[in-house]
């Protein structure tokens, strides 16, 4: 019974408030005194002379034309760009090249290096570890000009 009584209610509220909204909507489409739509296009923009509209077309056919070259020229610029990265990508695979080769002949001088130290051909030229220890020490407390003259080894 509760809920026939609640069926009821409901299409009653319904019924009034879709009458309701008829009304408003029959009302405002009839009315002759309505004001125009504040931000609709029609109302806005004011008629314009056939002049004015060739002037702006005119005008923003230069934009475009500018526009377009600028793109061209920005075109232009990119395109030297990657031309100079490219050549500077060759130039570093080259430096790449010539720094392996360098380090690969460094190393083939540091093992003959090593290989005439081994056999005794020529000594360990360090500055440091061809002084006998008693020179070293002494060399550090004396003048440059009797360094030389301080021990057999020095000279």
Not at 44 to 53: C, E, F, N, V
Request: glycine share 4%; aromatic share 4%.
């Amino acid at each position: 019974m509760k809920r026939i009584q609640a069926l009821i209610a409901a299409v009653i509220v319904t019924a009034v408030v879709g009458f309701g909204m008829l009304a408003i909507g029959v009302n405002a489409a009839l009315n002759s005194n309505s004001v125009p739509v504040s931000d609709s296009p029609a109302s806005s923009a004011p008629a314009i002379s056939a002049a004015d509209a060739a002037a702006q077309s005119s005008s923003a056919n230069d934009l475009i034309v500018q526009y377009q070259n600028r793109e061209k020229q920005y075109q232009a610029q990119i395109t030297q760009l990657n031309s100079l990265i490219a050549q500077y990508q060759s130039r570093e695979k080259q430096y790449q090249t010539q720094l392996t080769q360098a380090n690969g002949q460094a190393q083939q001088l540091q093992a003959i290096l090593n290989e005439l130290q081994r056999r005794g051909i020529i000594r360990n030229l360090s500055p440091s570890m061809s002084r006998p220890r008693h020179c070293r020490r002494f060399l550090r407390w004396i003048s440059p000009a009797i360094r030389l003259q301080a021990c057999s080894h020095c000279r």
